[in-house]
């Protein structure tokens, strides 16, 4: 328990009684004096002082929201209220929360706090000041377990990552997290494994389950490509571990502890161990297994067609019979291939694309909106019947919506499909290996929420005063998938009913309910089952890869990169040319946001190292995260080329967003132009625009898992080639 000196109990006091802004100031200010000459040890009133100052910026902040719309350029600066603090080291803004102190074993399980709560700013509608929950406490509660950490007091010399907190999106959007659902219901203490119980290991198969897969197989040879050989055990073995250790936990829709690999179709088994020969490096053998599973999918679809089978859809969860496991399995099946030929292949991509037409029928088949109920009575069994229907229905919806991220293809999956299905539950829960630890766990998360009512709460005009729910991790990242949806067709929309051929921003009524959204996402992401900003999360990579759709949401609501980077050809000299052709954002307030968040996801990589990530990022960073590094830089590449229009005339808060960069590229040993603020030259913009694609070419410059990778890697190399050739 932490003990505070008398000063500190004074100072307390005194915040609780002066709540006037003017009288807080006062406080604050002589709270500056006497930390002068406090003890040094005395971290309690330190921390205290600094809260206080985080809550005078909110109240002036206060003061300077406007009713009417946000304006489209850039106000004034005002003196006495910067943007960002002076104070403020460049890179501890980005890097301010990080601890030194960290076991390398669970090296991103920490939870201290980022402290991003930047001085509120000039430009209206935006407030950079506004802290979460957490950060206005005088402790931290971390996202793995819930236990409370105290504070430390950092330095610009800490040497961690920080396992949760985004950038902020402040605004005022009415939303409380003091609403949220008692932090005692989140699980705090690990639930210790019952006596006896082992943990499964699918890949650990024995010669009798072996030989009982060959038979099956045996069984569909002839349906099977010409010259088709089935793996030996033990490289059977190889590829079944590759796809679980490599694949699975982003899509995390089979069971782990009470899988069977012997107990799944055939056109499943063959699908797993494409993935898992892709993630063991071994190429062609993958194109082998992806075309041999996908004849027994298409041989499935044809016999259902042609000879009328007697599944019948939507029929419910309880009476689950061996017909619905066959067909969810098939779209599982669907799912992994897909996944595999949009990223892996160049020449299978065709049949991915197709193939998720396939998986939108199998799921209106099967009745994909389950009207199910949440019983606490359900066994076990039950429950994970249930839950990896769902589970396997929102990996379908997120893989279109990736198809619609990466090709710029309409999405097949629409949101309002969804509404009735309950959001997945934490990834612990599903990770529980027997019944008494699983319903130890559940009974600390009670409550689960539907697709529906989850979503359309990120978007009310006045958020309810009713308590929310703890969403898993798994649950924001389904509807973080949903507010990208929307943007896109947003813009869809915008561009139909535009007179111009070319929009360059969506209307400001748009704009503002999409920040409230995100804003209001990014709330619940922070108090959520695992909000990790950081790869190799202890709980699996859902919460680190919702940063990444987070942000390219972020970008795409000032710059609509989608149509203009030819990703679909593979090709990437014709993908450098389209970046090259690409439009630039228009200069808003709000477009502080985007340009933050996109700083800070290129210098995750450059604080833990640039040689390091590229290095060692084939087996812990998703392929969603390479794509998102690719829009942020682009975007920011974009936005430093609108400013080189007009370098003499920017605003105190971009200097401060351009210093924030050269610091970035300075820490990756990358060459930077010197830049005096007072007199920025446009081609020294371009310069650093072209510093920031190079830079992102050698993070993706490694070795990788999924060939799209090399081509984004060359497509920005070629990029900045031709960005320093134009300079």
């Known amino acids: 328990m932490e003990v505070k000196t008398p000063g500190a109990q004074q100072l307390e006091t005194e915040v609780e009684t002066n709540v006037d802004a003017g009288m807080l100031e006062l406080a604050i200010h002589t709270s500056a004096v006497a930390a002068q000459h406090m003890d040094p040890h005395d971290q309690s009133l330190s921390r205290l002082i600094n809260l206080q100052t985080d809550q005078v910026s909110e109240v002036h902040n206060i003061h300077q929201v406007q009713v009417e719309a946000p304006s489209r350029d850039l106000v004034s600066s005002d003196a006495t209220q910067p943007f960002f603090e002076d104070s403020i080291h460049d890179l501890n803004i980005l ?8 076991a390398l074993e669970d090296s991103f399980s ?21 802290q979460t929950y957490l950060s206005f406490s005088g402790a931290s509660t971390s996202g793995a377990s819930g236990e409370t950490i105290a504070d430390n007091h950092h330095s610009d010399d800490d ?6 907190q985004l950038p902020p999106l402040n605004q005022n959007d009415g939303y409380n997290s003091q609403d949220m659902e008692n932090t005692s219901e989140r699980p705090n203490t690990p639930v210790e494994r019952p006596e006896g119980s082992e943990i499964n290991y699918p890949w650990r198969i024995g010669k009798d389950d072996y030989n009982a897969i060959i038979s099956e197989i045996e069984q569909v040879r002839h349906i099977l490509p010409d010259g088709f050989i089935f793996p030996s055990k033990y490289v059977f073995c190889r590829y079944i571990e590759g796809f679980f250790t490599g694949s699975h936990g982003h899509l995390p829709f089979l069971h782990l502890p009470t899988v069977s690999i012997s107990n799944l179709t055939p056109s499943l088994i063959l699908a797993i161990i494409a993935m898992g020969a892709q993630y063991r490096f071994e190429i062609d053998r993958a194109a082998c297994y992806f075309k041999a599973s996908k004849s027994l999918i298409d041989n499935h679809s044809f016999a259902l067609v042609s000879f009328n089978s007697d599944f019948h859809p939507g029929l419910d969860v309880e009476t689950f019979d061996s017909s619905q496991k066959v067909e969810f399995e098939v779209l599982q099946s669907q799912i992994i291939l897909s996944t595999l030929g949009i990223w892996g292949h160049h020449n299978l991509l065709r049949d991915s694309l197709s193939m998720t037409a396939n998986i939108v029928q199998s799921l209106r088949a099967i009745g994909n909106c389950l009207h199910e109920d949440n019983s606490d009575n359900e066994s076990w069994q ?12 929102f990996i379908a919806y997120m893989l ?11 999405p097949k999956i629409l949101s309002s499909e969804l509404r009735s299905l309950y ?4 990834e612990e829960l599903w990770k529980a290996s027997s019944a008494t630890e699983w319903k130890a766990l559940r009974s600390k998360w009670p409550h689960s929420v539907s697709f529906g009512d989850a979503y359309t709460q990120l978007f009310r005009s006045k958020q309810s005063r009713r308590k929310r729910t703890r969403l898993s991790s798994f649950g924001n990242l389904v509807l973080v998938h949903a507010i990208f949806q929307q943007i896109f067709l947003a813009w869809e929309s915008e561009c139909c009913m535009s007179q111009s051929e070319h929009l360059v921003s969506l209307p400001d009524e748009s704009l503002t309910k999409f920040h409230t959204a995100l804003r209001r996402w990014q709330r619940s992401w922070e108090t959520s089952s695992d909000p990790s900003i950081t790869p190799s999360s202890p ?10 759709i987070f942000r390219m949401a972020c970008i795409r609501l000032h710059l609509n990169l989608g149509p203009h980077r030819c990703l679909s050809t593979w090709q990437p000299g014709i993908i450098a040319h389209a970046f090259l052709n690409a439009p630039v954002p228009t200069q808003s307030p709000q477009v502080y946001h985007a340009v933050l968040q996109s700083i800070h996801a290129l210098s995750i990589p450059v604080r833990l ?21 690719l829009e942020c830089a682009i975007f920011l590449c974009k936005w430093l080329e609108t400013l080189a229009m007009n370098p003499t005339d920017l605003h105190d808060d971009t200097k401060k967003l351009l210093r924030i960069i050269t610091s970035v590229l300075r820490e990756a040993d990358l060459l930077v132009p010197n830049i005096n603020m007072e007199f920025i030259k446009s081609s020294d913009l371009r310069q650093i625009g072209a510093v920031l694609v190079r830079l992102l070419s050698r993070i993706l410059k490694g070795t990788h898992v999924f060939e799209m990778m090399h081509v984004f890697c060359e497509a920005l190399r070629i990029y900045a080639n031709l960005l320093e050739k134009n300079i």
Request: hydrophobic fraction near 35%; aromatic fraction near 14%; proline fraction near 8%.
């Open 423 to 426: 959001l997945p539950w934490p």
């Open 539 to 548: 709980k699996g990579p859902l919460g680190f890869n919702a940063t990444a």
């Open 609 to 629: 190292g640039v040689e390091y990530v590229a290095r060692t990022q084939t087996l812990t960073w998703s392929t969603i995260h390479s794509l998102c590094n």
């Open 159 to 164: 040497a961690s990552l920080c396992n949760y």
């Open 95 to 102: 890097w301010g929360g990080m601890d030194g102190s960290f």
């Open 382 to 393: 039950t429950w994970i019947q249930k839950e990896g229907n769902r589970r396997t229905v």
């Open 110 to 130: 920490l939870g201290f706090t980022f402290p991003f709560g930047l001085p509120s700013g000039t430009a209206p509608g935006l407030d950079f000041s506004e």
């Open 400 to 410: 279109s919506n990736n198809q619609t991220i990466l090709y710029n293809v309409p």
